[in-house]
Every structure is written in C-alpha cells, then in structure tokens.
C-alpha cells in the first residue's frame, strides 16, 4: 500500500463522517458532547419557511442517487392544507456497491436522528420513519437505540423542547427487495402492500403515504442537515463544486489497497480516491470502473481525471449515482462482470413492465450463451436492441438502471465479447450452467 501525498489527504473533508472514529460514537452522551441536537435547538429557534430557505441556498441534492435539489423538493409540500404531512427516510441502500448509509447509521445513528427532526419540523410533519432493508440487523439495532435515547431526552414525542412541536418517529424493517428503494415501492411497501412502484403523477409531494404530502430522502441527504444548520449555506458551498455542494462519501470497493468510505469535496477525481485509498492492489492496473454503482454506464482508465460531481460525470458519459465505486482491474472480465450484475437485475425485477420483466430474463440468457462459448455475432445486437426496447421504456428506473452496464460494456469492451465468440477467451461458464439457465 502506497501512502497518499499530504496534498492528496488534504482532500479529504469528514463532516458526516466526522465522528465515526469516536468511541461509542453512537450513545446520545457522546453525540451530545461533539455538538449533536445543538442544530436542533438553533432550528426550532427559527421559522420553518426559513429553513427551508437555508437548505434551498444551501444548494444540498438528493444523496439517494437523482440528485433533486432538497430545499425544492421540501418547497412543494402544500402547507396549510389540513393532511397530515411525512418525512419518509430511505435508507434501503440497495445499489449493488454502496456502502454509505448503513456505515452513518451504525456509527453516527443520532446525526440522522436530528435531521430527521429538523426536517419534519420544517415540512411540518408530525410522523416520520426511516425505512431500513431487512438484512442491516445491526445498523437497525443501533438506529432504534437512538430512537429510544432520543425520546428519554425529549428530542423526539410530544412538545419537543418546549416548542409545542410534536413528532413520532418509526423505524421500520424492509424484506429486502432492491425494488423497494425506489420511492414509491418504498410508500407501498411501508403502507403493508407488495413494494411495487407507483404511476406519477401525483407525486410523493402531494399523494404519498396515506395519500397524503410526503417527503422521501436518502440518508444522506437528512444527516446532512444538521451540519447545514450549524455551519450555514456559505460553508457548505465552500466545499464541492458550483451546482454540486458540499461533501460526499464515496465508498471504494474492488481492487485497491484500502477499500471503505472516503468523504470528500464533490468534485474529486478517481486518481484522487485511489490515492487516498492506498493505490491500487499489488499487480493490479485499473481497467473499468462505476461512478455510482451498477445502475450507471461504466467508465476506464481514461476517465481519471474526471470531476466526480452530477455535472462533470455527465459530461463522460455516466451518471454521479450513489458515487459507489467499484475497481476494476486487467484481472476482471467486463463481460463476466456486466453478466453477474444483469442476473441481479433480472432477480429484483419486481415484474410490473414488460420491458424490464422479459427483456432481463432474455439478456441473461444471451450472456449465458456467450460466456459458455456458444454466442454469435448476432448476440451482440439482440442485446442492444434489447436495451434499446427497455431503456426509457420501463415503469421505473431499474429497467434503465440495467441496461447501463450492457451498453457502456459494449461500446469500451467489444472486443472481450468477440473473444468469447471467437474461441480467442475460454469459456467462462459450464454447459451445465447454460443447461441450467431458466
Ligand atoms: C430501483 C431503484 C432503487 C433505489 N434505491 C434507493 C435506495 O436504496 N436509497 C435511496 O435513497 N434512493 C434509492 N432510489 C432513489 C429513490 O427513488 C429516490 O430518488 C430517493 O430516495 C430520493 O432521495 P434524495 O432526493 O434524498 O436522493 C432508488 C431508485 C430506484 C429506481
Ligand atoms: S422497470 Fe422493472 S422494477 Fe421497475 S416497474 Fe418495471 S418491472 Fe418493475
């Protein structure tokens, strides 16, 4: 492992990140101690049209992976309409890659809490949940406990703080379908139906849960808000970029030195993080890569240098995502790994549209074919046909979201599928797993 530069380090900006390494980081004793709720008391201070406003100025988007500026999407529940209004957290963090949020609510679980509450008080909610996967058992153990200690302190249940705010906050337990992360699967599934998405419009904003005004965010993006109280709009725009402010975690997984979370301006380069994590894996040279996990178009060596913010991993081709990036190198196949991930989608296709249900099921039989030494040359346009019939055709983003790998695969790597085609690469799978494909 090679260490980074002082310059390269220097980079590295831990806000939300900033109390993971303290011991028993998660009891409210030592969250209180490292200025945790001093946001709180600031924010029922003021009046929640401001904080709105703050978070508007602020510049914050959505960390969930769209990027939806926070402060509009709070600026469009209707106040004074009489309905109940929800906070609802996403934390399903179901990309294959990410690692960002279920690290937060195990180490630092009360900085979620308080922006819950920030957030609620603003959007004038009474009732918020954050709504977890099913398999983080511990990140929801944590999470509960902090529920807990929160309403023993008066954070959180009937006249909060003195203020005659109210808010009731639920943390509850997914299945564990990657579908469920979407928004609106997410409200079905939390009001007791199978997670299926909904049509919009309405949007969340005005029908949500129980049809009523609803806000979904990532885990991020509300742990975020605390920090924005405190420091204010200016300091969180004096890190990332124009249209892209403040931290974020970028979580390194793959073939270097140090995998794990490495919180960082927006707008850092690859060659930057890889640094920071240590370099490369002895032997290793990088060859492929995602930006944001599997749903985003794959990128290579040549895009090094590019900015990791919305705008400039747009500018390349791809999208900023959930900044999971994974590390491929000279030893892994594009072709093998585009294969592993489509038999994920095809999984997590909850069915609802055609072009997601059939075209997975058919894609994942054609990269059988072809990686156990049987495909053609014609294989490689049925699967861009096939993206092309789901692409913007689908219910629902995992439709697009599967398609990224197929197609960025093919125009960087076309030359791996001819090898299998061509007899050059031997076969990757047996003829029983072909036999066995379904
Ligand atoms: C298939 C699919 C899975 C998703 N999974 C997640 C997830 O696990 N966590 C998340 O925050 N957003 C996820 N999203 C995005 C959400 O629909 C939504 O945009 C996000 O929760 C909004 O929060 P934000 O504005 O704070 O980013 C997913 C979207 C799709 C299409
Ligand atoms: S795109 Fe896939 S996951 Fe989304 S609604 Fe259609 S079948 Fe379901």
């Known amino acids: 492992m090679t260490a980074p530069r002082p310059e390269t380090l220097a980079k590295l900006t831990p806000v939300l990140t900033k109390r993971w390494l303290s011991p028993d980081a998660w009891r409210i004793g030592t969250y209180e101690k490292l200025d945790g709720y001093a946001a709180l008391r600031k924010a029922l201070k003021a009046h929640p049209d401001d904080l709105i406003q703050l978070i508007k100025d602020s510049g ?49 679980p009360h900085s979620l809490v308080e922006g819950v509450i920030i957030a609620s008080y603003a959007i004038r909610a009474n009732r918020a949940y954050i709504y977890i996967r099913g398999e983080a058992v511990h990140a929801a153990r944590r999470l509960r406990n902090a529920v807990r200690e929160a309403y023993a302190k008066g954070y959180l249940g009937r006249n909060i703080q003195g203020t005659g705010f109210d808010l009731d906050l639920v943390v509850h337990s997914g299945a564990g379908a990657y579908i469920c992360g979407e ?69 390194l997984s793959g073939r270097i030195a140090n995998p794990g979370q490495f919180e960082c301006s927006m707008g850092i380069t690859l060659r930057e993080l890889i640094e ?59 072709v093998y ?26 894609m994942v039989r054609v990269y059988r074919r072809i990686l156990a030494g049987h495909g053609t040359h014609e294989d490689l346009d049925t699967l861009l046909d096939t993206c092309d019939n789901i692409l913007g055709r689908s219910f629902c983003g995992l439709g697009d979201g599967a398609t990224s790998s197929v197609t960025s695969s093919l125009k960087y790597f076309k030359q791996d599928y001819l090898d299998y085609i061509e007899g050059r690469t031997a076969p990757k799978l047996s003829e029983k797993q072909l036999v066995g494909a379904h």
């Open 60 to 108: 914050l988007r959505g960390r969930g992976g769209a990027g939806f500026p926070t402060g509009l999407k709070w600026g469009f529940i209707p106040q004074g309409d009489g309905k109940p209004h929800y906070l609802v957290v996403n934390a399903d963090e179901g990309e294959p890659g990410t690692c960002k949020d279920l690290p937060l609510m195990t180490h630092d």
């Open 183 to 251: 928004e609106t699967a997410l409200l079905d599934s939390l009001e007791g139906f199978r997670g299926q998405p909904r049509l919009r419009p309405p949007f969340p904003a005005t029908h949500g849960l129980y049809a009523s005004p609803t806000v979904v965010n990532n885990v991020g993006t509300i742990a975020s808000v605390p920090y924005i109280v405190l420091g204010g709009a200016d300091w969180w725009k004096t890190m990332g970029t124009e249209k892209s402010s403040g931290p974020m975690i970028y979580s």
């Open 276 to 334: 920071l994590a240590g370099g490369m894996q002895p032997g290793h040279n990088l060859r492929f890569w995602t930006p944001g996990g599997s749903s985003t178009p794959l990128l290579t060596a040549e895009h090094l240098d590019v900015p990791l913010d919305f705008e400039g991993v747009a500018a390349a081709g791809s999208i900023l995502g959930t900044t999971a990036t994974q590390i491929f190198s000279d030893q892994d196949c594009p």
């Open 337 to 362: 790994a585009t294969y592993r991930w489509l038999e994920f989608y095809h999984h997590e296709s909850c069915g609802k549209c055609t072009p997601c249900r059939e075209g997975n099921y058919w």
